[in-house]
Structure formats: structure tokens, C-alpha cells
């Protein structure tokens, strides 16, 4: 597993545009900037919208302003999945960008992978949040279960 102090791994996520399907490196991600990645086991399921994702809509703006260019909320959906779902919660890209990685590469590349076939899922992420500089994993928590570690407010503190 990818740990603090590490560069991220390269690969390209997907995301559906106005233009139709688009991939974006994460390298061109996070190259200078500072960025936060949370990664979600599933879109549509409970915790994942319930809870993890409208906690960073909660606290967007704090986590901005503590220095945070982008926030991005990736899973092992398809990209049209990942947009019906932001457009489901009412998030604009300017808020968080949903990113898919469809066939989980990036997931692999961190070791991040969850094997959730019992529950039907197949391959997918552990819950994570990692705050990136300039493409270095400056922090990191994950969650096995619940939502304590990957959450808006876990970042918050350590961004703190």
C-alpha cells in the first residue's frame, strides 16, 4: 500500500465531459498543486453517499482554504456511473471531481484494492483520503470499515 512520503503512481482516470468521455493523468493531477483524493468502495451505495462524499460538500470550502487546490473523489465505476452519481447529489466539478477508475489500475497502483465479490461488488477500492503535494502523499488514512479515518473531517484536522 502507498505510503506517506511516496509519489503517486501514474495512471489515467476517466470522466464524462460535456465533450463525452475524457481521461485525465494523475500526474497532470497533481503536479503542482495540492490536491485531495478520496476514494469510495462504490457509487450509489449507502455510506459512500450518505455520509463520505457530502461531508467534503460540507466542508469544501474549509479544506480550500487551508491551502487544498482540488478535491477528487475517485471509485472503481465506469465514468457514466461517476457522472449520473455527482449529478445524483446535486455536486457541481467545481466542489469535487468525480474521477472513475473503471478497470481499477489506479486502485492496484496504490494497493488499494478490496475484494468485495461476496457482496456482489467484485474488485473494488478501500476508503481512503490522501492529501497530495505536488504529486506526494503528504497524508493518509483508510478506513477497513466506517468512516473515520477517510473522512472530510479527518482531512480537516490534518490539514489543521
Same mark, same amino acid.
Given at each position: 500500500?502507498?505510503?506517506?512520503? *511516496?509519489?503517486?503512481?501514474?495512471?489515467?482516470?476517466?470522466?464524462?465531459? %460535456?465533450?463525452?468521455?475524457?481521461?485525465?493523468?494523475? =500526474?497532470?493531477?497533481?503536479?503542482? *498543486?495540492?490536491?485531495?483524493?478520496?476514494?469510495?468502495?462504490?457509487?450509489?451505495?449507502? $455510506?459512500?453517499? &450518505?455520509?463520505?462524499?457530502?461531508? @467534503?460538500?460540507?466542508?469544501?470550502?474549509?479544506?480550500?482554504?487551508?491551502? #487544498? &487546490?482540488? #478535491?477528487?473523489?475517485? %471509485?472503481?465505476?465506469?465514468?457514466?456511473?461517476?457522472?449520473?452519481?455527482?449529478?445524483?447529489?446535486?455536486?457541481?466539478?467545481?466542489?469535487?471531481? @468525480?474521477? =472513475?477508475?473503471?478497470?481499477?489500475?489506479? $486502485?492496484? %497502483?496504490?494497493?488499494?484494492?478490496?475484494?468485495?465479490?461476496?457482496?456482489?461488488?467484485?474488485?473494488? =477500492?478501500?476508503?481512503?483520503?490522501?492529501?497530495?503535494?505536488?504529486?506526494?502523499?503528504?497524508?493518509?488514512?483508510? &478506513?477497513?470499515?466506517?468512516?473515520?479515518?477517510?473522512?472530510?473531517?479527518?482531512?480537516?484536522?490534518?490539514?489543521?
Amino acid at each position: 500500500m502507498i505510503e506517506v512520503g *511516496q509519489k503517486l503512481p501514474d495512471a489515467v482516470l476517466h470522466y464524462r465531459g %460535456a465533450q463525452g468521455l475524457n481521461g485525465c493523468a494523475v =500526474s497532470e493531477l497533481a503536479t503542482g *498543486q495540492n490536491i485531495v483524493i478520496f476514494a469510495v468502495p462504490g457509487a450509489f451505495t449507502p $455510506t459512500c453517499s &450518505d455520509a463520505h462524499v457530502p461531508g @467534503f460538500v460540507v466542508h469544501n470550502e474549509a479544506i480550500r482554504a487551508k491551502g #487544498i &487546490d482540488e #478535491i477528487y473523489c475517485v %471509485a472503481v465505476n465506469d465514468p457514466f456511473v461517476m457522472k449520473f452519481w455527482a449529478q445524483h447529489l446535486g455536486v457541481d466539478e467545481q466542489t469535487i471531481r @468525480f474521477l =472513475s477508475d473503471g478497470n481499477g489500475m489506479f $486502485t492496484r %497502483a496504490l494497493g488499494m484494492e478490496r475484494d468485495m465479490s461476496n457482496g456482489a461488488m467484485g474488485l473494488r =477500492s478501500k476508503r481512503y483520503a490522501m492529501i497530495v503535494k505536488n504529486g506526494v502523499v503528504e497524508w493518509l488514512g483508510v &478506513d477497513e470499515s466506517g468512516l473515520e479515518h477517510a473522512s472530510a473531517q479527518a482531512v480537516l484536522a490534518a490539514l489543521a
